[in-house]
């Protein structure tokens, strides 16, 4: 189900807040940000000619689908159950379910689709392919199941020339299950240069349409060939044979992201506001009340080049305040030191900062919704918040 919350003031014209009202640490998600990074990606999907299946495991947001298919409920994927149930309810019909199915959860899977709603599968061994065959055969409900392809070893799948591929295949062919092929380059969260990021493309199509041709070769049908990472879909250059792209990251983008040069510091979305609690000169440290719990424990770059640490620190307004790093963390406690010994600015306790994130989905993780600003707009201090957009429960 999705939990919806509106803050007292939210929507209220007479009770206009800003960053410097709610209780810290929360989370801050820049609208502007936001729609500029959906479009840089849609447009670029447009121009390779395939379908774009956002993935809303990042924010589990319906505040933040809707911008996705211009407020129209589109293609998504989901990465849990939950996530499917929640986003049915709020409208959306077409639906991946990105994870290797547990057979456990095939009820769930069937009452969905009972609703009208047409809920992919991901699987990978002919066991499960039996069991959502026999699934799917018992309800008289053919379940759209795809066969997730493993382009990297970077997690789960079949090798695209696994002799268990058309095995699988016809499992789910013969009840009416077959849809098609899904891969996900995941290695390439470690390609650190553009021409990496365009062989790991290259790569995860590759594997895709080479698994699809196995299937059609057999006399399978496959309609769906589904690539997508981040990373591949923003270096992607032919997607030739492909029909939908999917990426979930690139809608608030991240410090890992910005690292792997695949965004800018200044794209970033999300953002968690923090409030300088205490002073540890001897140390050349400021202490905050932001710690992993609004963070997360995520610290994806420090296998960069550059390690931010838990996060860079800019000022409430969303400026970068040069060398101040989040470098540690306890549960409730963040603290904020200088690089390279410079001298610590003067933050007196009271003031508010934000912290931008190392992984955007393990820190929205952390927040039950996001408090919403538009950098468009200039503000006089502290940006004004427009809009609370919860997450949907059940995360």
């Known amino acids: ?57 990042t924010a589990k947001s319906l505040g933040v689908a809707a911008s996705l298919h211009h407020g129209t409920p589109g293609p998504i994927t989901v990465s849990t159950l939950a996530e499917a149930e929640a986003f ?29 709603v047409t809920l992919r599968l991901l699987l990978d061994s002919a066991e499960q392919a039996q069991s959502v065959a026999q699934a799917s055969r018992q309800a008289g409900l053919p379940v759209p199941t795809q066969i997730e392809v493993d382009c990297d070893g970077h997690r789960g799948g079949l090798k695209p020339g696994a002799a268990e591929l058309v095995e699988v295949g016809r499992i789910l062919h013969d009840a009416g299950c077959l849809d098609g092929v899904l891969t996900h380059a995941g290695e390439s969260y470690f390609a650190y240069t553009a021409e990496e990021q ?39 250059d032919d997607l030739t044979g492909v029909t939908e792209l999917r990426a979930g990251n690139y809608v608030f983008f991240d410090l890992v992201m910005a690292g792997l040069g695949v965004c800018r510091v200044d794209d970033l979305a999300l953002s968690v506001v923090v409030t300088v609690i205490g002073h540890r000169p001897e140390y050349g440290w400021l202490v905050t009340d932001g710690g992993w719990m609004a963070m997360s ?15 860079l620190v800019a000022d409430i307004e969303g400026n970068l305040i040069p060398d101040l790093v989040m470098t540690a963390a306890s549960q409730e406690h963040g603290t904020l030191t200088t690089r390279d010994g410079a001298r610590l600015p003067d933050l007196p306790i009271g003031t508010r900062l934000r912290v931008l994130p190392n992984h955007a989905c393990a820190t929205a993780a952390q927040h039950h919704g996001y408090h919403v600003i538009d950098s468009a707009r200039t503000p006089d201090s502290a940006p004004e918040i427009e809009d609370f957009w919860t997450r949907v429960s059940g995360w």
């Open 198 to 236: 365009r062989l790991a493309a290259k790569n995860e199509r590759d594997a895709a349409v080479g698994a699809a041709e196995r299937l059609r070769a057999a006399g399978l049908p496959v309609a769906t060939v589904s690539v997508g990472s981040t990373p591949t879909a923003h270096a992607a």
């Open 1 to 57: 189900m999705t939990s919806v919350h509106t803050p007292p003031h939210a929507g209220r014209s007479d009770a206009a807040r800003t960053l410097a009202d709610p209780d810290t640490p929360f989370a801050v998600v820049d609208a502007h940000r936001m729609r500029g990074n959906i479009e840089r990606l849609a447009t670029r999907a447009d121009r390779l000619a395939v379908a774009l299946r956002p993935h809303v495991k």
């Open 88 to 116: 049915a309810d709020g409208g959306y019909t077409d639906i991946t379910y990105a994870v290797g199915i547990d057979p456990h959860k095939l009820p769930r899977v069937l009452a969905l689709s009972g609703r009208g």
């Open 297 to 311: 424990r995520d610290r994806g770059t420090s296998a960069q080049a550059q390690d931010q640490g838990y996060g």
